[in-house]
């Protein structure tokens, strides 16, 4: 029989069958060239790329975790406090300057009067607080009270605007201005924490009297400069002392 070329053929030479992987040499070494290549660049780019996307997503998260705002803070504080608040002590306790604290406060309170909020931010007696709105007075004297007699009493009344417009004053004085005994009342208001001693007369040795910071934060006021003129009020047969004084 006469040899054909094919006879010859090795089986290196031979082409793989069907379904069969390359036998390992030249051929096979390429082909896992390729994926290595493939992985490797997918994975370089991961790496050079990966970082910056990782930073940039930290750098949002941060900012979004920055806090409540200055102005959530100090509304925060305002509705938990029993007393006005001084703006360096809002400072103080936020580290920020007193310059932006008394801003924001005028800026909150300018808000709420325009939005037409039923309470408003007030700076009285020294310091800032929440206080219900003017004309939502009548409703929430009804929800206070709730049918109490929680207002003063004429006599309470009297002596307190003795004391406020004459202080430091004597209980002595105090009687002497209304013709009446006072230091049953004078009592009364100091337990209710609108008046409170002012040390002691220098030629009588009396007891002084005068209105506290909870009586100008209860009136709305801050400081007594801002009494109205009591003159104007007085009655016509008052003793002419007693409106001198006034």
């Known amino acids: 029989m006469t040899d054909h070329p094919e ?3 090795t089986a290196e030479d031979a082409p793989a069958p069907e ?3 390359a036998p390992e040499g030249e051929s096979a070494s390429e082909g896992s060239s390729a994926p290595e290549r493939g992985i490797g660049s997918e994975f370089a780019g991961e790496s050079e790329n990966g970082p910056e996307r990782e930073s940039g997503a930290g750098e949002a998260s ?4 920055d806090g409540p705002s ?3 803070q100090i509304e925060a504080i305002l509705l938990v406090v029993d007393e006005p608040v001084a703006e360096i002590t809002l400072a103080q306790l936020l580290e920020r300057p007193v310059p932006e604290i008394a801003a924001t406060l005028r800026e909150l309170a300018a808000e709420y009067t325009a939005q ?3 309470f408003d931010l007030r700076d009285v007696a020294g310091g800032w607080r929440f206080y219900t709105r003017d004309i939502c007075a009548p409703v929430v004297e009804r929800f206070v009270t709730d049918g109490q007699q929680a207002r003063l ?3 309470a009344l009297e002596t307190l605007a003795v004391v406020a417009y004459r202080q430091p004053v004597s209980r002595a ?3 002497a201005v209304r013709g009446v005994n006072s230091d049953g009342v004078m ?3 100091a337990l209710r924490g609108l008046i409170e001693e002012a040390g002691q007369d220098p030629e009588s040795q009396a007891t002084l009297f005068r209105t506290t910071g909870y009586f100008l934060e209860r009136l709305g006021l801050r400081d007594l400069d801002e009494l109205p003129e009591l003159a104007p009020y007085l009655p016509e047969d008052l003793p002419e002392e007693i409106v001198e004084e006034a």
């Open 19 to 21: 379904g069969e992987s």
């Open 62 to 65: 941060s900012d979004g975790e």
């Open 7 to 9: 006879d010859h053929r």
């Open 153 to 155: 009493t004429q006599a």
């Open 116 to 118: 037409g909020r039923g």
């Open 187 to 189: 009592r009364t208001l």
């Open 70 to 72: 200055l102005r959530a």
């Open 173 to 175: 004085r105090v009687s």
